[in-house]
C-alpha cells in the first residue's frame, strides 16, 4: 500500500482519491466518540470487504468542540478548518451548542467558515425500521438546505443593548417599521448568489441521481424580498443552468397536460406549511427539495421523523472546496459515555462520503448491512422499544455486528 495521501481536486472539480487516503475526523462532544468508535469501524470494514485491501483510510483527529478547548484552549481552532480544507473531506459527530448564551454554534461556524453551502440530508426510508407512518417507503427525498445565510447569519443582538436600540430606532424613524418596545432584532439576509448556487447544486444532484423533481421550499406569501426572492432566483437558476433539463410545473400543465416529460426535471415550488402537510399526504410527489437555511433545519428533521427519526438521518454540508460529513443530531450528553445510543446517522453519513469520494461498492455495503442489522433484531434501545421481538445491544455491539454482517464476506 503507498504512502496515504489527501485527496485532491481535478481542474473539472471532480475528485482525486488516492487508494490510500487520509480522512480527518472530528470525534464530537456527549455521545460523539461513543457512535464515532462505531462508524470507524462500520466504515473500515466495509472499505476491507469491498476493495480487498486495495483502498484504506488513514484517519486523522482535528480537536474541534469540547475536546479541542480542554486541550488547546479553542473550540474550533484555524488549523482545523485549514485541515479540512487541504484534505477536502472530512466527517465530524455532534457538537455541543448552548442555547441562548455561551459560544456560538460550532456547526453553523464550520459550514459558514468553510463557505459549505449546500447542506444535503437524504432521507429514504430503511426496510425493518419503526416508522409512524402508514407507508414509509414512499419517502425518498432529499433536502438541500442553503447553509450561509438567513437567520443563521447569525446577525443578531438582545433585548435592550446599545446595538438593539439603534437598529430599533433606525427602523421606526428612518424606515417607518413600527416594532414593539425594547425588542431584541434579528437580520435575515437571503442572497441571489447563494441562492442560485444553492438551487443550481440540487438541480444537477436531482439530474444525475434520477429524481423527477426539484420544490423550491419557500414562505414568500409572508416574506416577500427574502423567501419570495428565493423561489423567483430558484426559477432563474433552472433556467439560465438548465434550460435544456428542467421545465417549470406550470409550463408542464400549461402545454403538456401536467403529463411529465421524458428526460425533463419538474421545477415547482410550495409555501413552507403547505409542504410540511403534502410530504405526509403525498410524499411521493417530491424527490429533492431546496430550500433556504431555516426551513431546510424543520423539514429536514420532520422529513427523518418520518423513517425513524434523527437516529435514522444522514447528512453532509458541501462546498466547491471541501465537504464535512456529520451526524444530524445533538450530543445527547445524559447518555455520553454510556455506549447506549444509536450510531446510525453517522454511520451512513459515512456512507455519503465514501459515495462522495467515488467509493460506491463500500458505500453501499454500508447501506446493506446496516439493513441487515436491524432486520436481525440486534438493535440499540431506541429501535429496541418499538420493534417487537428485538434485543438491545450497545452501541459498539451494533456497529460489530454491521461490521461483521455476512454481506461483508461477499465479493
Given amino acids: 500500500m503507498d504512502q496515504a495521501a489527501k485527496i485532491k481536486i481535478n481542474p ?14 472530528i470525534e464530537g462532544d456527549g455521545t460523539g466518540p461513543d457512535i464515532w468508535r462505531a462508524t470507524r469501524i462500520v466504515i473500515d470494514a466495509a472499505v476491507q470487504a469491498a476493495y480487498q485491501g486495495r483502498k484504506q483510510i488513514a484517519w486523522e483527529e482535528l480537536l474541534v468542540g469540547e475536546k479541542g478547548y480542554q486541550q488547546t484552549g479553542e473550540w474550533l481552532s484555524k488549523d482545523a478548518l485549514n485541515k479540512i480544507r487541504e484534505h477536502v473531506v472530512a466527517i465530524k459527530g455532534p457538537l455541543t451548542t448552548p442555547v441562548g448564551k455561551g459560544i456560538r454554534s460550532l456547526n453553523v461556524s464550520i459550514r459558514q467558515e468553510l463557505d459549505l453551502y449546500a447542506c444535503v440530508r437524504p432521507v429514504k426510508y430503511i426496510d425493518a425500521v419503526p416508522s409512524p407512518m402508514k407507508h414509509p417507503e414512499k419517502i425518498d427525498m432529499v433536502v438541500f438546505r442553503e447553509n450561509t445565510e438567513d437567520l443563521y447569519a447569525g ?12 437598529v430599533t430606532t433606525f427602523l421606526s424613524e428612518k424606515m417607518g417599521a413600527w416594532l414593539p418596545e425594547n425588542p431584541g432584532i434579528g437580520i435575515k439576509p437571503i442572497s441571489e448568489k447563494n441562492t442560485k448556487r444553492l438551487v443550481a447544486k440540487a438541480i444537477a444532484y436531482a439530474i444525475d441521481k434520477g429524481y ?8 414568500g406569501n409572508i416574506m416577500k424580498y ?3 426572492a428565493f423561489c423567483s432566483w430558484g426559477y432563474e437558476a433552472a433556467a439560465e443552468g438548465f434550460s435544456d433539463k428542467t421545465i417549470t410545473e406550470a409550463e408542464l400543465y400549461r402545454n403538456h397536460n401536467g403529463v411529465p416529460v421524458p428526460g425533463k426535471i419538474i421545477i415547482k415550488d410550495r409555501i413552507a406549511d403547505m409542504l410540511f402537510q403534502q410530504v405526509l399526504l403525498r410524499p411521493e410527489e417530491f424527490g429533492v427539495i431546496a430550500t433556504p437555511n431555516l426551513n431546510g433545519d424543520y423539514i429536514s428533521d420532520a422529513l427523518a421523523a418520518q423513517v425513524g427519526g434523527l437516529g435514522m438521518a444522514p447528512g453532509a454540508n458541501i462546498g466547491d472546496e471541501c465537504a464535512v460529513f456529520e451526524a444530524t443530531h445533538g450530543t445527547a450528553p445524559k447518555y455520553a459515555g454510556l455506549d447506549k445510543v444509536n450510531p446510525s446517522s453517522l454511520i451512513l453519513s459515512g456512507a455519503m462520503m465514501l459515495d462522495h469520494m467515488g467509493w460506491k461498492e463500500a458505500a453501499e455495503r454500508i ?10 433484531g440486534k438493535v440499540t434501545y431506541d429501535l429496541a422499544r418499538q420493534i417487537e421481538g428485538a434485543s438491545e445491544v450497545a452501541c459498539s455491539a451494533f456497529g460489530n455486528a454491521i461490521a461483521s454482517c455476512r454481506n461483508n464476506s461477499q465479493k
Fill in 367 to 376: 447501506r446493506r448491512n446496516l439493513q441487515e442489522t436491524i432486520r436481525s
Fill in 155 to 166: 446577525i443578531e443582538w438582545p433585548a435592550g443593548s446599545d446595538e438593539a436600540r439603534a
Fill in 12 to 25: 473539472d472539480g471532480t475528485l482525486d482519491v488516492p487508494n490510500h487516503v487520509i480522512i480527518p475526523f
Fill in 226 to 228: 427574502t423567501e419570495g
Fill in 212 to 219: 423527477p423533481s426539484v420544490t423550491l421550499m419557500h414562505k
